[in-house]
């Protein structure tokens, strides 16, 4: 037996760390939160979120930076294309925004890879996004475009309360299952994602727009929509009274429809 361990020890050691590396592989695969390749961004799944999970968390994420519009003379210094973006007007001593390394002059482009036309969007964007949770927010700076990365804080108790809107849609709407027909249609589609439409509620302003259970929300108001709190993002920053455009994709063909948002009596749906 000894000789047999002496003549095949590779053998055995390495019989024994493909099943540990099996094992280990297994229990990360049942924590929804974790990564197997942590320098891969894109393959991270969160829990899934929903609408009453994200009414909850949705203004509490701070950075602490003040932005305004962006004008002519503005895009003009910073090498802009068109004049638009989120203007960084001031930034709070020690708050994250200044640990990474945004300061006053900078102009926001994109956050977590949506492009920001507007202060209002990157508002939107950032009350959205989880406490806690890494974002990456594409600036130009100096002259030069350069990402950088900060971890939103709670918004401090001395700042005024956000006012929440979420006007009425008439939707129920979910993520898309990872793996699904549907994700693998998107792909086909060269589209990064998009969100769930699994109940129209009757004389909804959606029922009235036309859309239907199993379409895929893929735009609100031109700006890509790829997960279900990018679409929450932009419908609380929208208004009552508001119209706004959806692109769908349904069966085999893409449709845009405009919805008429309406007051929400109670928040119960979006």
Not at 48 to 55: C, G, H
Request: proline share 6%.
């Amino acid at each position: 037996m000894r000789y047999f361990l002496r003549k095949n020890w590779l053998i055995i050691a390495t019989i024994i760390s493909l099943t540990l590396n099996a094992i280990a592989a297994f229990l990360l695969y049942q924590n929804p939160k974790t990564t197997l390749d942590i320098y891969d961004k894109s393959v991270i799944k969160q829990l899934p979120l929903d609408y009453e999970t994200f009414k909850d968390q949705w203004g509490k994420a701070w950075l602490g930076l003040d932005v305004t519009d962006v004008t002519p003379d503005v895009a003009a210094r910073a090498s802009l294309y068109r004049v638009e973006g989120a203007y960084v007007k001031s930034v709070a001593p020690d708050s994250p925004a200044q640990k990474a390394g945004l300061a006053p002059g900078d102009v926001v482009l994109s956050f977590n890879g949506r492009k920001i036309r507007t202060p209002k969007q990157f508002q939107n964007d950032l009350l959205g996004s989880e406490v806690g949770s890494e974002v990456y927010i594409c600036v130009a700076k100096d002259g030069h475009r350069v990402t950088v990365y900060a971890v939103p804080e709670k918004r401090p108790l001395y700042f005024p309360a956000v006012n929440k809107t979420f006007p009425l849609v008439g939707i129920k709407v979910s993520e898309i299952a990872f793996g699904s027909e549907r994700v693998e249609k998107l792909e086909e589609l060269g589209k990064p994602g998009g969100v769930l439409v699994e109940k129209v509620i009757a004389g909804s302003p959606a029922e009235k727009a036309e859309l239907e259970e199993g379409d895929i929300i893929m735009s609100f108001d031109s700006r890509p929509v790829r997960n279900l709190r990018e679409f929450l993002s932009d419908l609380a920053g929208a208004q009552p009274g508001q119209t706004v455009s959806m692109c769908l994709m349904r069966a085999a063909y893409r449709k845009t429809v405009y919805v008429t948002l309406e007051k929400n009596p109670g928040f119960h749906q979006v």
